[in-house]
């Protein structure tokens, strides 16, 4: 085992030397194919590099772009960062249904943002934590001002104070809950600093609480730190359109079968997890690619997609569908904590380039952008689960995968797409075809 102590202090170079040296059986050519792959650009380059600790090199996802969202009257042009090859291809073909459908409409329902500070309190009558905290509340807003008056002449700030007896669940626990309203930014860097004075400013008051008895004038915070659950900052999107309207020249279902069938689809997701899993997952593959692509925090917003999910008790579907007097309706409730500003939003060459794109929206915008493709993801899969398939469209979209796994020519690419326009795509197909081109085995 090979262990190093201040590998972080190396330089770049040295930092590769040391893993081709003690990983990679001193493979030189490990070197220049990382080396590859930096930007010859340096002062980008040095910003990625200063982006986390040990970079080495980049890595690239392809960024690729969804035309034509109609969303609430304007149009957008959506980018994506994912490496899934359908993804971008089903938003895309979502958008063209629904824009000649009214396009989507989005409804910004709430935007708060949580965090605790979890600490023990050993006294044994909890009205006197009560007591102590109405009185200690505004000082633990007061002496706040220093970090939160920029975010109130932005419109934010603490929104509430809460204390919550938690020692049902766990002996002696408490709960100090603030909620935040943060505009624009997503906001953990300002609740985290936030909370952190909070207890500080309560290990302090405490001490010359007299109301309470002098052994139970101390707390023990045991952490300050946001919820990357944000069940109040929630964003709608959705879509609808007579039933009769739901179909396309080419289909082979009546709008009336295919909105029964979706219907069920989305039915089968809300009462069951294993299918609630992938179906979510599907709209996640939206979601994802638009918050990765505008620089903000897909693990939080993942996180908080999936326990709201199951908030029920059950895992269960975040998109829902209805056909009432003639509509069809489909809609996406989803928490999404977003920035549009701090973070990477003004730093990443891609991302501020993503939101000169969208317009520069503010961060409101950018959950109804982001949310639209959700919904849009899920109504491409769904389309496609009741009709055709999945691996229809899905094997169409990796067939350049394998080719460039085989490593196809340009020449033998456009000879083997041309001909699964008209058969179907499955790995062994690919390989048969492609091998019978360069007249390695017989057609049959
Ligand atoms: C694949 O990445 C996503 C789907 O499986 C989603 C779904 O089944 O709804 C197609």
Redesign the pocket.
Same mark, same amino acid.
């Given at each position: 085992m090979t262990v190093i102590k201040g590998f972080s202090k190396l330089s770049k170079e040295a930092k590769i030397e040391w893993i081709v040296a003690n990983y990679l059986n001193g493979d030189e050519q490990a070197i220049s194919f990382l080396k590859s792959y930096w930007h010859p650009d340096a002062p980008t380059q040095k910003l990625h590099d200063e982006f986390i600790e040990n970079t080495i090199t980049n890595f690239y996802l392809p960024f690729g772009i969804a035309p034509n969202f109609l969303i609430d009257n304007k149009m957008y042009c959506v980018p994506m960062a994912i490496e899934?090859s359908?993804?971008v291809a089903?938003a895309a073909k979502s958008a063209n249904f629904w824009l000649n459908r009214g396009g989507f409409r989005t409804q910004i329902i709430s935007t708060e943002k949580i965090g605790h500070v979890h600490f023990i309190w050993k006294g044994e009558n909890p009205t006197d934590l009560f007591n102590f905290f109405e009185s200690v509340k505004p000082t633990l807003i007061a002496n706040t001002n220093h970090i939160t008056k920029n975010m109130q002449q932005r419109g934010g700030g603490i929104l509430n104070l809460e204390l919550i007896n938690q020692t049902d669940k766990e002996p002696h626990y408490y709960q100090l809950k603030a909620t935040f309203e943060t505009c624009d930014s997503m906001g953990a860097n300002f609740i985290n600093s936030v909370l952190e004075e909070f207890s500080k400013i309560l290990k302090e008051e405490i001490v010359h609480a007299i109301d309470l008895k002098e052994e139970n004038r101390n707390i023990e915070v045991i952490m300050c730190i946001l919820s990357n659950y944000t069940p109040n900052c929630i964003v709608r999107a959705e879509v609808s359109a007579p039933v009769s309207e739901m179909t396309e020249s080419g289909d082979d279902m009546t709008g009336e079968y295919f909105t029964e069938k979706f219907c069920r689809a989305v039915r089968i997701?809300e009462i069951e997890p294993y299918?609630a899993t992938? !179906?979510n997952?599907?709209?996640m593959?939206g979601i994802d690619s638009v918050v990765l692509a505008t620089g903000n925090d897909f693990r939080a917003v993942e996180a908080s997609a999936h326990t709201y999910a199951s908030r029920s008790g059950s895992y269960s579907s975040l998109t829902h569908a209805e056909v009432k007097d003639g509509i069809f309706r489909f809609w996406l409730d989803i928490p999404l904590a977003l920035g549009t500003v701090g973070g990477l939003t003004n730093l990443h060459p891609m991302v501020k380039f993503a939101y000169r794109m969208l317009g520069n929206p503010n961060a409101q915008e950018l959950m109804r952008i982001t949310a639209v493709v959700g919904l849009a993801?899920?109504f491409s899969?769904?389309r496609?689960?009741v009709t055709s398939g999945?691996q229809k469209g !899905?094997m169409k979209m990796h067939l350049l995968n394998i080719l460039n796994q085989l490593e196809a020519t340009e020449e033998e690419k456009v000879k083997i797409v041309e001909h699964f326009k008209h058969n179907i795509v499955s790995y062994s197909a690919v390989v048969n075809i492609f091998k019978t081109i360069r007249g390695e085995v017989k057609s049959c």
């Open positions: 899934e359908s993804v089903a997701a299918r992938t !179906h997952k599907g709209i593959n993801q899920n899969a769904l496609s689960l999945i !899905h």
